[in-house]
């Protein structure tokens, strides 16, 4: 996106008082999105019962409509709140997410259902890029790293916790609440960001919307996932995949010859000659499919091989989420001094320590404390250190114009990770009766990928001297 008309965001003096409240009100709304993504895990057999009539292929819409449509509008909605306001987009996302998620409550079919998600998705991902540029605007640039590491947690915490209470609150209440649960803290944040959210955008400094740009992007991250999400489906043919696999890679192609010609083209590519961002992106990548495996595949475990109820199952998760945010919170601050790189390059190679203990250690023979707990320790550690850092690091050198839509391509990155992840989880696992066994190969995958995230990160400069006035930022 072009920088030359574009006035740059309000800094932290033109919010009153301390940043914080400003932070907590955009996180909420993230948390909430981030819950949701992963709540379902849990909640996916609950849904099946309660729409017998459906057969899985249909089902599994409900959480791969969602992702796929969140992943292709992400970077879009960047543009939409560089455009029309941050604080403009937000609200309006918060507001479609919280109606769409009263909508999937009250769903009585499973294509109701599959249309709230997608209506969710779009609220989702209006709010998210707009979160962050307003978390960015309201902190000093010294503040900024530990601010940005903490709403990264906010997210990771949220997506870490969400299998874990989403069990509780299926085998409660039932399925429906797995969305009711989103209205009160996302009314609270519409409520309270209305009143206290400035504006970033003026009248004057509005761009034009990349509205061709816009167009491409959907349909080449859409065509793209749907083709993978349907690898397995019986109801789609090896020719109709390669089809919209091809559509939407030819669709891809052409959004970044746009790109290079257009006047204000909806993603900058010179976002992508910072060798950080380009970097810190691929390892997003590789990190988001082993996070959703990883997560996914708990369940399968837990529920398929030890036969652990889905409460118990949600109870188990538990230690490791709890993690999560007070490790982001110290890396946070580390990294404002030391830079990201340490704590990427570390945390993912404990991440694949963890996989490399799920790999070995569990049996068939339930032992929660000695072969599970470990390992779960170990990865709340690792996600805290590096899912955050990821954010962080994506965004830690880009100029304020570009906050919106930098980040924007990060989080479309790990969603697409999620797509994949999930599909993989899927082929893995997805048939009757499991054993111990048919985990070998995707723990595997989980460390392979948790290595390749490593090396990627090597590349990840972000030191506070790293980028003197003589040199060009990395």
Request: some cysteine; overall charge positive; charged content about 10%.
């Amino acid at each position: 996106m072009s920088s030359s008309v574009h006035t740059p965001a309000p800094s932290s003096a033109e919010f009153a008082g301390s940043p914080w409240p400003v932070f907590w009100i955009a996180s909420v709304a993230v948390f909430l999105v981030s819950l949701d993504a992963t709540l379902l895990y849990a909640a996916f057999g609950a849904l099946r019962a309660g729409f017998p009539q459906a057969s899985a292929a249909d089902m599994s819409w409900v959480l791969n409509g969602y992702t796929v449509v969140y992943a292709a509008m992400l970077i879009p909605s960047g543009g939409l709140a560089d455009a029309y306001g941050r604080k403009r987009m937000f609200l309006t996302g918060v507001a479609l997410f919280l109606a769409a998620s009263a909508a999937c409550g009250l769903a009585g079919g499973v294509g109701w259902l599959v249309g709230a998600r997608v209506a969710q998705a779009v609220g989702a991902a209006l709010l998210t890029p707009a979160s962050l540029s307003i978390v960015l605007a309201a902190f000093p640039v010294a503040q900024r790293t530990v601010a940005v590491s903490l709403w990264g947690a906010v997210a990771g915490l949220a997506a870490a916790v969400g299998p874990s209470l989403g069990a509780f609150v299926v085998d409660a209440a039932g399925w429906p609440w797995a969305f009711y649960i989103n209205v009160p803290l996302g009314a609270l944040s519409l409520w309270r960001g209305a009143r206290l959210l400035q504006e970033s955008v003026r009248p004057e400094s509005r761009r034009r919307l990349d509205g061709v740009g816009m167009a491409l992007l959907i349909l080449g991250v859409g065509a793209v996932a749907l083709a993978i999400v349907q690898s397995e489906s019986p109801a789609w043919s090896a020719g109709e995949l390669w089809v919209a696999a091809a559509v939407g890679a030819g669709a891809l192609a052409a959004f970044v010859a746009w790109a290079r010609v257009a006047p204000q083209p909806l993603v900058d590519l010179a976002l992508f000659q910072h060798r950080s961002y380009r970097y810190a992106n691929l390892a997003t990548l590789s990190f988001g499919i082993a996070f959703a495996m990883m997560f996914f595949a708990f369940f399968f475990y837990m529920m398929g091989v030890w036969h652990y109820s889905l409460p118990k199952a949600g109870l188990a998760v538990t230690p490791g989420p709890l993690l999560v945010m007070p490790t982001a919170i110290v890396t946070g601050r580390l990294a404002a001094r030391m830079g990201h790189r340490p704590f990427l390059v570390g945390g993912a190679l404990l991440y694949a320590v963890a996989g490399l203990w799920f790999l070995l250690v569990p049996g068939a023979e339930p032992d929660y404390l000695g072969a599970w707990l470990p390992g779960l320790v170990l990865s709340g550690l690792s996600v805290g250190m590096v899912l955050p850092s990821l954010a962080g690091a994506a965004v830690s050198r880009l100029p304020a114009q570009h906050y919106a839509v930098g980040s924007a391509v990060n989080q479309a990155t790990r969603q697409i990770g999620a797509v994949l992840g999930v599909a993989i989880t899927v082929l893995l696992l997805g048939k009757g009766a499991l054993s111990h066994a048919d985990f070998d190969p995707l723990y595997m995958a989980h460390v392979g990928l948790a290595l390749l995230t490593g090396l990627l990160c090597l590349a990840v400069d972000t030191r506070p001297t790293a980028t003197p006035a003589a040199r060009p930022a990395r």
